[in-house]
């Protein structure tokens, strides 16, 4: 087999780029428009896309050589994978590298809604220097983790992940998963092993005792959470999704925000994504981010090993 050629359009870590060049793989990084991935693609062995590349049947068919597709991160909305099962394309994504980044945002937007830190980073450059008692006095409200519960919609590793942090930080953890009873959590404390069993409990019973609820379930076509479930919550919950947008009804959120029973929300990602509702985007008690939940160094770089090593086996089984 010749030296087998790798596109990568959505950009990929340094070191995983390098795993494969030293493993003699021929890498091309290129920002292509959606014509000239078209002339071009059908010229590589693999392709490595994050979620711009959109690689749709009518493109991978006219691919007649290539032998994988990876995908730099969990999604695969932007992949035709059933055109790619049928025609025997493996396609590699890395699930776990991230979970961790993405736990660690979660945890950043609660401790952001529990001293008010999203709407007074608003207030402090414009009214800092002139009304700083008055500020102090207005976010003198703060409130403690310690001791208070969290609800983990979806006990997979994003949850897991939060739960190992809620844990950390002297919180109840409980979690709703309809495939999963229990979860035993290992804590590495200083390289001590601790150990700590998460139950999966109903909604309801979710909804009535979580102080913050965190969202971390596949994309499905209907919200998980709405405004039913909202009606269940405590008053003053937290709410937190960095799963995907369309998972918690925007209306809902913003009805109960604007009512009070909803203390603050942490959005890392949004309905209509790239081009999310103003009325969320303003909103004074919504903390938030550009879905940027895996962006972390470490996350990427364990992305780009993962890959690399799975792309390197590849080429070992079809050369055997
Ligand atoms: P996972 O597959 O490991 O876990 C999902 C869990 O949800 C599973 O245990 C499943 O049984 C459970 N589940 C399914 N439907 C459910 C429901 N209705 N109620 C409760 N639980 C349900 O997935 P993960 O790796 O933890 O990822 C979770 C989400 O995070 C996905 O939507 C993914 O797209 C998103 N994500 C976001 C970012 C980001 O940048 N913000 C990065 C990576 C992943």
Do not use: W
């Not at 596109?7 to 091309?28: H, P, W």
């Amino acid at each position: 087999m010749g030296k087998m050629r790798i596109l990568i359009t959505d950009g990929f870590n340094l070191k995983g780029m390098l795993l494969l060049e030293e493993a003699g793989f021929e890498v091309v990084e290129k920002n292509l428009s959606v014509e000239q991935l078209s002339m071009e693609l059908p010229g590589y062995d693999g392709i490595i896309v994050r979620s711009a590349t959109k690689l749709k049947r009518d493109l991978l068919e006219k691919c007649t050589r290539l032998k994988f597709i990876g995908r730099g991160g969990v999604g695969l909305d932007n992949i035709d994978t059933d055109f790619a099962a049928e025609s025997g394309i493996p396609v590699f994504n890395t699930p776990a590298a991230s979970s961790r980044s993405v736990a660690e945002l979660v945890f950043g937007h609660i401790l952001s809604i529990t001293r008010g830190l999203n709407q007074v980073n608003r207030e402090m450059p414009i009214l800092g220097h002139t009304e700083f008692n008055q500020l102090k006095k207005r976010y003198a409200k703060g409130a403690e983790l310690y001791g208070k519960t969290l609800g983990i919609i979806g006990l997979g590793r994003i949850g897991t992940e939060s739960a190992r942090i809620g844990l950390g930080m002297g919180m109840r953890v409980i979690g709703h998963d309809p495939h999963v009873s229990e979860k035993k959590i290992g804590l590495d404390i200083n390289g001590q092993q601790v150990y700590s069993t998460i139950h999966s409990v109903s909604t309801k019973e979710l909804f009535e005792k979580s102080d913050v609820i965190t969202l971390h379930v596949p994309n499905q076509d209907e919200p998980v959470i709405g405004f039913g479930e909202i009606d269940q919550m405590k008053d003053g919950v937290i709410i937190v999704n960095a799963s995907r947008g369309g998972l918690i009804d925007e209306s809902a959120l913003l009805q109960g925000l604007d009512n009070g029973k909803i203390t603050g929300a942490g959005l890392d990602v949004f309905y209509g994504e790239p081009n999310p509702s103003e009325r969320i985007l303003q909103h004074p008690l919504v903390s938030m981010s550009p879905h940027i939940g895996a962006s972390t160094f470490e996350a990427q770089e364990k992305i780009g090993i993962e890959l690399a090593r799975k792309i390197i086996q590849l080429r070992e089984e079809l050369v055997a």
